[in-house]
């Protein structure tokens, strides 16, 4: 009987498989079960959700039996990459994982609590709507060999500077100039833009767009191409001259006598027999000077002096080259040369021609700290009541000193108060060679205004002169978004 | 409101309650008391070697009953095997230096010893005492009597609440039409339990775990039924009644060990004349031809086969020692499985395949011949799967079921949804959408126990399995006979194998095969069969008073079953 006794043993191998097996099966039920649920169990659900902006619109709505989206076609696309759709087709999830949630699937509970969820989100769909209207013009495509169009803003002039020097370079003389700026816009196709407005202040993410985009309520349209793309966080750009802040920065931090300091650029200038070329000549100039003329050879040889690894140290510390989160949402990392290229390439690096590549979303974190005197408050697109992490992101004094950069390059470079009427900016322009003759048009930056704290990057992809188009158009938007609310408010 | 409250309210209830009742009966089948009896002693020289069980086997080998380790000895060397009657009996088993009893050589039929007996094993000797009526009474007392640690009759109070609540929650949730029917079927399983617990106290028996946990898993099936099929409440109850009867039948008969496996053959010959009668008549229900009518009634003969193949593949000990009959098993086990495949009910050609892999390695304990069979039929089936490739389309959704919603995977994308919609705590009995699923009732009933009653109450039913499981290896360790060892063994292995297909099949761990759950799943053979393979676990019970299939001693010493021949012994 002992031989039958041990071998009654093989019964609790079985067992011990069914265990096992159960616990696999508990394992995927946490796993995988609000996926199974939600699948077939959803319309059994009384549960409904909403998702609702800063001021209470209705940008989606989902119950067991139905799913609708804002009722204004403009507010549906224009706020399109901000709720994503129900078939996670941005790849953001936003909505999709938040209607699981509203849909009331928990691993205790399951689906049999009824729940009437509502999500408030920081983001101002009017404000959305705005961005849409001015950046959707860029967006309407030209008929064959039709290349020249209007800009939709009045012509209007800016000062410029002419410079007069002696035989040794030096500037003697300096001398106004009224330059028209047109408004013709000499672009051939179809331009995909991308735009973020946050409150500096508080961290509130109040606008995010991406072009082209989608209605979510329009089955019918296909959608144009790459309109699933989040451009603010899921793609990244070459920077050019918008990436000579981060540079400035490096300088800052590392240059003794800084308003000592003088820049000398005649057209081009050779770094180990590589050029690097200058839109003018600037002759000698100040630091503030040589970033409100954006002057290449300047930027390339501050990047050169730093030397690389203090520039890769400083673009890691910056978030340029992670994967940054939007409220759980992940962005694209960004690039930059961190082998080792040699100084001709490390100059190009430094005014953000190279292999730099820059997340929309990292130079709105980046901007969003310099307006608020170093200390990034991370962007919230979600209002869940809770304050923003808060980290010191850059010495006060270096966000102080761009701060007075930017706002000298409005007034220096820009058109000042003619080209943004009522708005205190500063900012920064880029027009990024991408090496086929197109250039992306970069225009970040922020208000000083407390009323008004708004840190905003747009970015219009070959969309060409930075101040002409994005520029303009920021301040259209900002124009506007701004009269809209002080509006509301009376 | 009030229909609000009392939903709610039974919906935890029902849920305590089932943890209460298995914690309970797991307490009481594990953990409790549970000494072997003595039936003899051995003496070798003043050593008293204790006798435990009725077939011992005698030898140099490490796993001998009784061991003497001496060079002499053969590793089985012989077999002492006590009758119903508490006749005695020694065997040779082929052994190198012969076993002899008062001197008389004992020949292959074996020889019936005497207490005083001395019994020489190749020269060594030893001295055979049985134990007198006095003694035995003291050993018995001794013992710790089954259902005092944990009180049966608390568990089925418990049980009892467990149902009325079940039934509050299907009132409030059925069409009016069926409330009556399904109260009243409610009812009267809850009368049969009662009747059945007190018709074991009064035949003095004190153990009732196996039959609360039966009753248990019954009452989820009549849950289901209620959910499913309310018009059936009826004929779920007639049913219940003929399972319990059924159960009582078998019990009572496996109190005599030489009745039990007088039926070997004979029910061996049933199994296959009923295997051929359904390979030959059936037509195909639903994919598989496993249906027979008869009179007017239809029923699926491969459920009564697993108990007619558990009574003709368990064993004696002295069998198993004597005659090489393990070559007939396997050619009637290999029958079995292939009318199985040929019926097209690949599920329960699974079941008989591990069941057989379970009782030919009890029988043999060869690893060997397990792994020949399994080689085998993995031979077999790799055979099968080219010769019908729509065998392998079954397969190979497998793992993928979320990629063919419609079709394939249609069943288990459903079953999983459901399972995972209720939660912890369910929906409240009749309140799920997946009984109307075809099949819910049966094959993805666990997914519909855990969507309308939770996922605890789902978890409570495996463990009602796997504790009854459990239970059976435990009292394998006491058994009286190898027969009931390895019958309550085998009986609990085709349940935790059809549980592991029904289950692990339709959450699309294990190939969707479509087999039931034990007395869950709707299906009358289905339930029967489970009833009468829960008398083998309850023969195989040795706590003291714990088991009507049991024959005990009474207090003078004497099993009931001798008590007539006591009698005239007394007289004379």
């Known amino acids: 009987m002992k031989k039958i006794r041990n071998r009654s043993v093989s019964l609790l191998l079985i067992a011990f498989l069914v265990i096992c097996g159960m616990i696999v099966y508990v394992l995927r039920y946490v796993d995988d079960g609000r996926d199974w649920a939600l699948y077939f169990s959803r319309s059994n659900s009384g549960s409904t959700g909403q998702l609702l902006d800063r001021n209470g619109v209705m940008l989606a709505y989902f119950s067991g039996f139905e799913n609708r989206f804002a009722d204004d076609a403009t507010t549906r ?114 331009c995909n833009s991308a735009m973020m407005v946050c409150n500096y202040r508080t961290g509130e993410l109040l606008g995010m767009i991406s072009l082209p985009t989608v209605d979510p309520a329009d089955s019918e349209t296909p959608p144009a191409e790459g309109a699933y793309i989040n451009r603010c966080l899921s793609a990244s750009f070459t920077p050019g001259s918008v990436f000579k802040l981060v540079t400035a920065a490096a300088t800052i931090e590392n240059t003794e006598q800084l308003s000592d300091k003088r820049y000398y650029c005649e057209d081009e200038y050779y770094i180990a027999g590589v050029p690097i070329v200058c839109m003018h000549s600037h002759y000698n100039q100040t630091f503030e000077k040589a970033m409100a ?50 100084d001709p390439e490390l100059g190009w690096s430094g005014i953000g021609q190279s292999t730099d590549l820059v997340c929309p979303y990292a130079m709105l974190r980046f901007v969003c700290a310099i307006a608020n005197d170093g200390v990034l408050l991370e ?73 008004h704290p708004y840190a905003f990057v747009t970015m219009v992809e070959r969309g060409g002169g930075g101040l002409y188009v994005a520029g303009n158009t920021t301040s259209r938007i900002l124009q506007e978004y701004i009269a809209n609310s002080e509006g509301a408010d009376e | 409101m009030l229909i609000f409250y009392a939903m709610t309210t ?69 077999v002492l095997v006590r009758s119903d009657k508490g006749e005695w009996r020694i065997f040779d088993i082929f052994s190198k230096g012969g076993v002899w009893v008062n001197g008389m050589k004992v020949g292959p039929l074996g020889t019936r010893i005497h207490s005083g007996d001395s019994i020489n094993l190749a020269g060594n000797f030893l001295r055979f005492l049985d134990i007198n009526r006095y003694h035995r009474s003291l050993l018995e007392a001794q013992r710790t009597q089954a259902g005092l640690a944990v009180e049966p009759s608390i568990t089925l109070v418990y049980l009892t609440v467990f149902e009325l609540f079940l039934m509050v ?60 099929t309310p018009e059936d409440m009826f004929k779920q109850l007639l049913l219940t009644i003929v399972g319990v009867a059924l159960f ?64 003709a593949g368990a064993s004696t000990l002295d069998r198993l020692y004597r005659t090489n009959e393990l070559f007939s098993f396997i050619g009637f086990s290999a029958i079995c499985v292939v009318a199985m495949a040929l019926i097209g009910d690949f599920g329960t050609a699974l079941i008989f395949f591990v069941s ?49 919603i419609y079709d394939k995977g249609y069943q288990q994308t459903r079953a999983m949804s459901a399972a995972a919609s209720g939660g912890l705590f369910g929906k409240g009995a009749g309140q799920g959408w997946l009984k109307d699923i075809f099949a819910a009732n049966t094959d993805m009933v666990f997914a519909l126990v855990s969507e309308d009653l939770g996922m605890i109450v789902g978890m409570c039913m495996v463990l009602a399995v796997l504790a009854l499981a459990f239970f059976a290896v435990r009292s394998a360790q006491h058994a009286r006979s190898a027969y009931y060892a390895i019958a309550a063994c085998t009986a609990m292995s085709m349940l935790l194998v059809q549980l592991s297909l029904n289950v692990f099949g339709s959450l699309d761990i294990l190939p969707f095969t479509g087999v039931t759950f034990p007395f869950v799943s709707r299906g009358g053979s289905s339930l029967l069969s489970c009833w009468m393979l829960m008398a083998f676990v309850k023969s195989a019970d040795n706590r003291k008073n714990a088991s009507f299939a049991v024959k005990t001693a009474e207090y003078a010493g004497i099993y009931e079953d001798e008590l007539d021949e006591f009698d005239e012994e007394d007289i004379e």
């Not at chain 1, 936003?94 to 509970?109: K, P, Q, R, V």
């Not at chain 2, 003043?46 to 086997?57: F, G, Q, R, S, T």
């Not at chain 2, 390979?279 to 086969?305: D, H, I, M």
């Open chain 2, 356 to 404: 057989f892999l379970v009782i030919s390695f009890m029988r043999s304990g060869s690893i060997a011949t397990v792994l020949l069979a399994v080689s085998g039929a993995g031979l077999a089936s790799v055979l099968a799967v080219t010769i019908k490739p729509y065998i392998a389309q079954r397969f190979a959704i497998w793992g993928h079921v979320w990629e063919d």
């Open chain 1, 293 to 342: 003329n954006s002057c290449n050879v300047a930027f390339a040889q501050m990047a050169v002096k730093l030397g690389q690894d203090t520039m890769v140290k400083y673009v890691r510390q910056y978030g340029f080259l992670d994967k940054q989160s939007l409220d759980g949402i992940p962005t694209v990392a960004g690039s930059y040369p961190t082998e080792f290229v040699g």
């Open chain 2, 10 to 78: 039974s919906k935890y209830a029902v849920i305590i309650m089932s943890v209460l009742i298995i914690v309970r009966c797991i307490r009481s089948m594990l953990s409790e008391r549970y000494e072997a009896e003595i039936w003899s002693y051995v003496y070798r020289g003043d050593e008293a070697i204790p006798v435990y069980h009725w077939e011992n086997l005698i030898g140099r080998s490490l796993s001998a009953d009784i061991r003497i380790d001496n060079r002499s000895m053969s590793r089985v060397h012989a």
């Open chain 2, 248 to 311: 009582l039948l078998n019990g009572w008969w496996f109190r005599s060990l030489k009745r039990t496996s007088s039926l070997r053959v004979p029910m061996g010959i049933l199994a296959i004349l009923l295997l051929g009668v359904n390979v030959l008549t059936s037509e195909a229900v639903f994919g598989a031809r496993n249906w027979l009518e008869f009179g007017g009634y239809s029923f699926q003969p491969s459920e009564f086969v697993k108990v007619f193949y558990i009574f």
């Open chain 1, 379 to 451: 962007p919230k697109m979600i209002d869940d009541g809770k304050a923003p992490r808060a980290e010191r992101f850059m010495e006060a004094g270096t966000a102080k000193k761009l701060r007075e950069m930017m706002s000298y390059n409005v007034s220096y470079s820009y058109g000042g108060e003619d080209t943004f009427p009522g708005l205190n900016m500063c900012a920064k322009t880029g027009t990024a060679e991408i090496g086929d003759g197109d250039t992306h048009a970069w225009f970040v930056g922020f208000l000083d205004d407390e009323e």
């Open chain 1, 77 to 190: 696309k224009a706020n399109y990459h901000v709720t994503g759709d129900y078939w996670n087709r941005t790849g953001n999830g936003f909505l999709a994982e938040y209607w699981d949630e509203a849909m009331g699937f928990d691993i205790i509970t399951g689906t049999t609590q009824e729940k009437h969820s509502q999500m408030r989100l920081n983001i101002d769909s009017t404000l959305n709507n705005i961005m849409y209207k001015h950046l959707s013009v860029l967006e309407i495509p030209l008929e064959e060999g039709e290349s020249l169009t209007e800009l939709p803003f009045e012509p209007h002039t800016v000062h410029q500077w002419r410079v007069a020097v002696d035989a040794e370079g030096n500037v003697i003389a300096e001398s106004e100039k009224d330059v028209l700026i047109a408004n013709s816009w000499d672009r051939p196709r179809f």
């Open chain 2, 169 to 228: 929650e299907h009132m409030c949730t059925a069409e009016s039409e069926f409330v009556k029917p399904i109260c009243l079927a409610f009812l009267g399983l809850i009368c049969l339990e009662w009747l059945c617990y007190h018709l074991m106290r009064f035949i003095n028996r004190s153990g009732f775990e196996v039959e609360t946990l039966a009753f248990y898993l019954t009452a989820l099936g009549m849950s289901v039924a209620a959910t499913s």
